[in-house]
């Protein structure tokens, strides 16, 4: 659905650093610094960023009964 609207998703990226140009600049164009899966560090120009964090488990649930084995809560999408 990204791709048929022109939209890139690019995985594997750690976000290291994000540098802002001026407010006053026209184009408002950005960079955000990445390393990608073997440690090179990438430059992509940008004009709105949306980056989510890795999910984690909170400790306090690791290895109970309330979290399967791939550490996610089951659930049924039916009676949610």
Do not use: C
Request: overall charge positive.
């Amino acid at each position: 659905m990204a791709e048929s609207r022109g939209i890139e998703i690019k995985w594997g990226y750690e976000l290291t650093e994000v540098r802002f140009n001026k407010v006053t600049d026209y184009h408002r164009i950005n960079e955000a610094i990445f390393k990608d899966a073997a440690g090179k560090e990438v430059t992509m120009d940008y004009g709105h960023l949306n980056m989510y964090p890795g999910g984690k488990i909170p400790k306090a649930i690791q290895g109970t009964k309330l979290v399967n084995k791939e550490g996610m809560i089951p659930i049924n999408k039916y009676t949610l």
